[in-house]
């Protein structure tokens, strides 16, 4: 029974083998198509990526510049926080500095 199947099996596989055989030659043409139009595509819009890539770091470093300009500021601004309490001490020293410097006398300039 199974000697009755081996020629409609060797036709079949025989099919299929020349299909692949016809087949073959034009997948490897529009494999080399696909490859070039890839390759042009590439070249085509290479100078958009280019400058799409500048402008993505001319951005980055813009917004690094401007983050560490807000994080020195809010530094400074936590920093003059920290310096209110000594506000009335500064004061003081101020106010001390004018007294001191009002009750001296003054000298007088010699002329040469």
Known sequence: MLIGLVPVALAFVAM???????????????????????????????PFRLVLA???LGFGAAGFLIRCVVLLAVIGFLLILGLVPLLPFLLIGAGLYL???GARRRTAVSPS
Do not use: E, K, S, W
């Open 16 to 46: 299929v083998a020349l299909i692949a055989l016809i087949a073959a030659p034009f997948v490897l043409a529009l494999f080399i198509v696909g490859a070039v139009l890839r390759l042009v595509f590439l070249l085509v819009f290479l």
């Open 54 to 56: 500048l402008f993505g």
């Open 99 to 101: 007294v001191v410097r």
